[in-house]
């Protein structure tokens, strides 16, 4: 080789290296640049945030629109931020109007709303995203139950009849029918204040005390009907169970929790009646869901929330 061949390779790898290291400057500078997207688990990047690929869902009853209390509504203003829900689905907003639950909505980052006022006890839903295929269901109904779609999935959020287990019972045949027009290859979550309790809590409840109360119960309240043939009536629930519905709180704890009473009321009468069920097609997509206690929700509201995480 001669001395102008040699001359000519050393300069023609000099050229290359200074190449590389061109290149790996811009993709370092890409990374550094813009890692808003990236979630880094040790050293390997996992690519889009969770939180842009979940859906958290909250569900609660406020207690008479937080009773009017805005000490109470701004503590839950504060919750919520730290909570950072996607959509949330409200029985009674008593004391909101159309106008002043969108505002309050709006303020708190939810742009998108709709509200059911069938009674004294009012529903809404609040969302990040547009709600579409929005439907008021009303006939039959004491409260009514909201229908709207949010991305790809279907809410009804409802709060059964207070009272009696038959009304109960037709409450849920009617909302039974609208889902049933829905393709069952769709997601749909149902949820709410069911004033329901469940078969699958059952053991909670087969015990000579909160017999006791429960009848206790209807003998103070001639009005309340809890009881079919002097066992409870869990017929809500189950006819969701029989409809390819399953109970999310369910599926991610073990053993009983209360949803009801909360530090707001003084007696020992527990019970589950709130919820958010999903159908078959979206059961594999819930991640996580439970009641949310804390030294907020004990206060806030005589009900605990219940929150679902989801796949989008």
């Not at 003998?219 to 043939?229: A, E, G, K, M």
């Not at 804390?294 to 005589?302: F, H």
């Amino acid at each position: 080789m001669n001395g102008t061949m040699f001359k000519f390779i050393i300069v023609l790898c000099a050229v290359i290296l200074f190449s590389c290291k061109q290149d790996m400057a811009t993709i370092k500078v890409d990374l550094v640049g813009d890692t808003s997207s990236l979630v880094t688990t040790g050293n390997q990047l996992q690519g889009t945030a969770i939180a842009d690929t979940t859906l958290r869902v909250l569900s609660y009853n406020i207690y008479e629109g937080f009773r009017g209390d805005s000490a109470l509504k701004n503590s839950f203003v504060q919750w919520v931020g730290v909570l950072k829900p996607d959509v949330m689905a409200f029985q009674e907003l008593n004391g909101f109007t159309g106008d002043s639950f969108r505002a309050f909505a709006k303020s708190l980052g939810f742009p998108y709303t709709v509200m059911l006022r069938k009674s004294a006890f009012p529903m809404g839903l609040a969302s990040k995203f547009p709600i579409s295929n929005i439907e008021k269901i009303v006939d039959g109904m004491r409260h009514g139950c909201l229908r709207g779609k949010i991305l790809d999935f279907n809410f009804f959020v409802t709060h059964l009849e207070p009272n009696s287990y038959i009304n109960r019972r037709v409450e849920i045949e009617i909302i039974k029918n609208e889902i049933a027009e829905i393709p069952a290859t769709e997601k749909t979550l149902l949820m709410g204040d069911f004033n329901n309790m469940s078969p699958q809590d059952s053991v909670a409840y087969d015990n000579p005390e909160k017999m006791r109360l429960v009848k206790a119960s209807e003998t103070n309240n001639p009005d309340v009907h809890i009881l079919n043939n002097g066992k409870i009536d869990y017929y809500v629930l189950q006819a969701m169970f029989d409809a390819n519905f399953y109970d999310t709180w369910k599926l991610f704890n073990n053993g009983y929790d209360k949803s009801a009473p909360t530090k707001v009321r003084n007696h020992n009468n527990y019970t589950r009646i709130d919820y958010i069920l999903v159908n078959q097609t979206l059961r594999p997509d819930c991640l996580d869901a439970h009641l949310i206690k804390d030294n907020v929700t004990d206060y806030l509201s005589d009900h605990y929330p219940m929150f679902l995480i989801l796949k989008k």
